[in-house]
């Protein structure tokens, strides 16, 4: 069974400064990979995805993803982070191998906190 | 506005009763599904649809019911509440089968169970 690994539970970056999250997958075949973001109180909102291609994958918000095969990564990024980039960040892969189902399978999410 | 549409918001329980949680998308999705949040464990998906008429098992179906009898609506019911299933739902909508079109989330719904 596939699995998705977010090995930060929190990080803490300042207002301005690089950011980078980290997302570690286990698929059998080639994935589909997925970035959301969750703000308090909200549901998900998609960042970005990758399907086949280019590597380097752009989406909203000024982030960007890197599509790493041989190290099973698709780490997120953004140059210069703003206060309202503090939320809950999850990276997904999928589609869900269980049983024939369909959907996607998460990791357990990155808690990003701004440093004014 | 165009999108999904979870009530309600906050619900509190007692063990034992039974309730439904309703979700309506109004963006013409043949792909519905439910997940449940809960804290430290991401996102898990409990049932899905594909198309009125049409449901499946997820990763954690037990103790939940669906039903999808017109394309807007997926109703995720709890026949006997338990504590275990205290969390926070999200409903989830897409263009078609296959997560490559992407997921249109709901606000999600919070259900306490006491």
């Known amino acids: 069974a596939q699995s998705v690994t977010q090995p930060d539970i929190h990080i803490t970056v300042s207002e301005g400064a690089s950011l980078e999250l980290r997302c570690n997958y286990s698929?059998?075949?080639?994935?589909?990979l997925f970035w959301y973001v969750q703000s308090p109180g909200q549901g998900l909102q998609l960042l970005l995805k990758y399907f086949s291609g280019d590597t380097l994958v752009q989406g909203i918000k000024g982030f960007e993803a890197e599509f790493k095969r041989s190290q099973s990564s698709f780490n997120l990024r953004k140059p210069s982070v703003h206060w309202s980039d503090a939320a809950e960040y999850f990276c997904?892969?999928?589609?869900?191998?269980?049983?024939?189902?369909?959907?996607?399978?998460f990791g357990k999410g990155t808690h990003l906190i701004i440093q004014p | 506005n165009a999108g999904v549409t979870q009530t309600p918001k906050f619900q509190v329980l007692k063990t034992g009763q039974s309730m439904t949680l309703q979700c309506a998308q109004d963006?013409?999705?043949?792909?519905m599904s439910w997940y449940r949040q809960d804290p430290g464990m991401g996102l898990r998906l409990i049932h899905y649809s594909v198309g009125a008429g049409i449901t499946d098992q997820g990763e954690v179906p037990n103790g939940y019911n669906v039903s999808r009898s017109t394309t807007e609506d997926f109703p995720l019911r709890l026949l006997s509440a338990a504590p275990s299933q205290t969390s926070v739902y999200f409903c989830?909508?897409?263009?078609?089968?296959?997560?490559?079109?992407?997921?249109?989330f709901g606000s999600g719904t919070r259900l306490t169970v006491v």
């Open positions: 698929y059998g075949a080639t994935p589909y």
């Open positions: 989830a909508s897409s263009y078609s089968r296959g997560v490559g079109y992407g997921y249109t």
């Open positions: 997904a892969v999928g589609p869900y191998s269980g049983g024939g189902a369909d959907g996607l399978t």
């Open positions: 963006m013409n999705h043949e792909y």
